[in-house]
């Protein structure tokens, strides 16, 4: 038995993975546990989830594997600040002592960490480093159904690379090409999301919701000023308008000027039509820049099969549109495409790579993505009684019809349900769930549970059998990856004077018979739902289709704005109890708001950090 533990750690969303003879047995990020969304730190509490999932020791694991190499990317901050000196002599000088400290003698740093598990673990040798690129790449083939694919991965950036290009073919996986910092897809997008006023690293997903609002007046004035962009999809950044590469921002006051704005400031500038036109701008670039790729590199490598990693293959935008124009024949997308999945890229790469192991199963090896921790009903009876929670214990299916009876009443559900997502997305393991005909549901999902912006649109999940029915998609969608529209018969049109309503004011037409989950240009982030992954959400859905004749429900994350994912069944009665949620389902046990002592109802609404 070969069991080896992948980490990503130390710039965003820390992670930690473990896999035994090839075989994916647990990921989980940090920030589930230590309750700090997208903490960044060494991934203490995922390495120990990881490793009790395995009934491993630290000591007892064959290798550990770092996601990229901290020299490599040491060589690149030095070169640059030298490449821009004197300019970034700020930035430099605080990012130095961390990295003389930490950083640098990474493998001592991890060492020492790693032995906080296990003081029996003795042996350095065993830590092992993969390229951050590689560790994408890894992570979006190996785990594919695909024998052979062309593997595109597009980020900010790694040690140096930030798109790359890299052909898998059985067990072998061989990078081809690279694009450099600081050229960079995911660093054009985050410099528009720091323009726009939200967090760079957290906010980019806003930029996609917001996009459909505007119109895309300013993509050519972004091509022609900010980047030279060749035929082929590969590109240059005019770095005369950006700061990211030496200062402390992102853009510069060149870049304010050539769009005629300064920097929103999210204490004081509400989102005008202008934030939704830019942020409309740049998601039709992003999606010029990937269909220019993905065209060429089809026709380059005459290879049938896509995959896809980094943090921008989350925008599902733009993955709709190569599945749309039929660019490849298959797509098939890294759940966790950020870095938290470069944890598992680093394993498995060393497990095909370095040991030379053969692939043998062809199918999708994600197990849905659930590979985080579940509980038993008495751990879960056991809590709930230390939370004072009152709960009824039912059968499984009984779960399922009184569930969708009482959301076909408009009733809102946190569902807790088997293991804990790995990625971004919530895919009915730890869902709020909420029915999709209901015109209010939106505003009231955003403003009364979520406490977020009321423009962020919602996703569908459609029992996968259905789902070409509703829209306009046919294909596998389970991690909530690629858009599509609303099917035509479903769709409600716009009147002509609803059409000359612009922006947030859209939100409260009626665009569809699901209206909860259709967003302003009638489309949807889709998320298909399999009976072998998930055979509890999928009854669920069944039911709710037997009751209403509609086999979708509105699936967003557990959480309130600011917060993690829930983990734990502590975390999931807290949100609960400090939001409008009216049931809460954790494994065979119910709650009803109206039945809990009401001394116990939190101001849930500040607890956490806006993101």
Known sequence: MTSI??????????????????????????????????????????????????????????????????????????????????????SFSL??????????????????????????????KKIKFSEHHYSHA?????????????????????????TTVAVGKGNKLEMIKEIHFPHSLGLLYSAFTYYTGFKVNSGEYKVMGLAPYGKPKYKDLIIEKLMDLKED????????????????????????????????????????????DIASSIQAVTEEIVIRLTKNIANEYKIKNLCLAGGVALNCVANGKILKEKIFDNIWIQPAAGDAGGSLGAALAYWYHELKKS???????????????????????????????????????EISSIIAKELS???TVGWFQGRMEFGPRALGGRSILADPRSEKMQKELNLKIKFRESFRPFAPSVL??????????????????????????????????????????????????IPAITHVDYSARIQTVHKETNPKYYNLLNEFNKTTGCPVLVNTSFNVRGEPIVCSVEDAFNCFMGTNLDIL???????????QDQSLIKDYKNKFELD
């Open 138 to 162: 890894s992570s979006a083939f190996y785990p594919s159904p695909f024998k052979e694919a062309v593997v595109l991965t597009l980020d900010g950036v790694g040690e140096w690379a930030t």
């Open 585 to 595: 389902v954790i494994e065979d046990f119910i709650l009803m708001k109206n039945e």
């Open 95 to 124: 990012s130095m002592p961390i990295w003389l400290r930490e950083k640098l003698f990474q493998k001592r740093f991890l060492f020492e960490k790693l032995q906080k598990h296990d003081e029996e673990f003795k042996d350095i």
């Open 5 to 90: 533990l992948g980490i990503s750690a130390f710039y965003h969303d820390s992670a930690a993975s473990l896999i035994v003879n090839g075989d994916i047995v647990a990921a989980a990020q940090e920030e589930r546990f230590s309750r700090k969304k997208h903490d960044h730190r060494y991934p203490f509490n995922a390495v120990n989830y990881v490793l009790s999932e395995g009934k491993l020791k630290l000591s007892e694991v064959d290798y550990i594997v770092f996601f990229e190499k901290p020299f490599l990317k040491f060589e690149r901050l030095l070169e640059t600040y030298m490449a821009f000196a004197p300019k970034g002599f700020k």
């Open 233 to 276: 999809g590969s590109f240059k950044l005019n770095m005369k308008y950006f700061n990211y590469a030496t200062g402390l921002t992102m853009t510069n006051k060149k870049f304010s000027d050539l769009f005629g704005h300064p920097v929103r400031d999210p204490k004081k500038d509400l989102l005008n039509d202008f934030h939704m």
């Open 409 to 411: 009443n408009s009733k």
């Open 359 to 397: 692939r043998e199963n062809f199918t999708d090896q994600m197990k849905g993505a659930y590979l985080g921790p579940k509980y038993s009903n008495k751990h879960i009876e056991d809590q709930l009684n230390k939370l004072k929670g009152k709960y009824n214990k039912k059968t499984p299916n």
């Open 464 to 513: 996968r059998e259905e789902v070409n029915n509703w829209f306009e998609l046919n294909y596998d969608s389970p991690y909530m990856l690629l858009v599509s529209d609303v099917k035509k018969d479903k769709q409600i049109a716009m009147s002509e004077k609803d059409k000359k309503l612009f922006g947030i004011d859209k939100l409260n037409i009626k665009r569809s018979t």
